[in-house]
T-cell receptor
Framework: AQRVTQPEKLLSVFKGAPVELKCNYS??????LFWYVQYSRQRLQLLLR??SRESIKGFTADLNKGETSFHLKKPFAQEEDSAMYYC????????????FGQGTTLQVKP | KAGVTQTPRYLIKTRGQQVTLSCSPI?????VSWYQQTPGQGLQFLFE???????NKGNFPGRFSGRQFSNSRSEMNVSTLELGDSALYLC???????????FGPGTRLLVL
């Protein structure tokens, strides 16, 4: 079964602290994984996707096929990073079906 | 380019009624997917349309249906509304292949 698990509903850190949002997936084949972010009162937007290997707003994520993980990391959290973060898996090829995790709320305290 | 737009943004209906939601994709995008977002179930895939054909369907009852027009605009319809259908309905558009999906602001449906 294709599944995405985000074990933490809420992650609360202080400004300047490192952040790691966990994401584990279940997928037979080569997965395509994404992190989406939803700021308060804004639409869901792409943060990064693993094939691009970009760093956006200081966030990075590495696909670990052995551990079936795609954790999102940032070395120094900023208050403006406070938002809901969703890890998502693109299902089989030639389809737009995204399978989302339950989301993690990141709260960055001053 | 203008982003994905959805109308209406808010809707209040009563049980048993039906509702139609509309989504206009980014210009040039031919794929439109619909998702339901609720606090309990999170984001769940409803269906995807590409070039007016339904290409994929999630695990939702037949009361949920959709269609896509030749200009790629899409509508979803929910008949015989139930209280549990109260949710934020999101649509997303993408170009071809495995391009990134871009989401609209959503339509918030409240069923009383």
């Amino acid at each position: 079964a294709q599944r995405v698990t985000q074990p933490e509903k809420l992650l609360s850190v202080f400004k300047g602290a490192p952040v790691e949002l966990k994401c584990n997936y279940s997928y037979s084949g080569s997965p395509e994984l994404f992190w989406y972010v939803q700021y308060s009162r804004q639409r869901l937007q792409l943060l990064l996707r693993h094939i691009s290997r970009e760093s956006i707003k200081g966030f990075t994520a590495d696909l670990n096929k052995g551990e079936t993980s795609f954790h999102l990391k940032k070395p120094f959290a900023q208050e403006e990073d406070s938002a809901m973060y969703y890890c998502a898996l693109l299902g089989s090829s030639n389809t737009g079906k995204l399978i989302f995790g339950q989301g993690t709320t990141l709260q960055v305290k001053p | 380019k203008a982003g994905v737009t959805q109308t209406p943004r808010y809707l209040i209906k009563t049980r048993g009624q039906q509702v139609t939601l509309s989504c206009s994709p980014i210009s040039g995008h031919r794929s439109v997917s619909w998702y339901q977002q609720t606090p309990g179930q999170g984001l769940q895939f409803l269906f995807e349309y590409f070039s007016e054909t339904q290409r994929n369907k999630g695990n939702f009852p037949g009361r949920f249906s959709g269609r896509q027009f030749s200009n790629s605009r899409s509508e979803m319809n929910v008949s015989t509304l139930e209280l549990g259908d109260s949710a934020l309905y999101l649509c997303a558009s993408r170009g071809q292949g495995r391009e990134t999906q871009y989401f609209g602001p959503g339509t918030r449906l409240l069923v009383l």
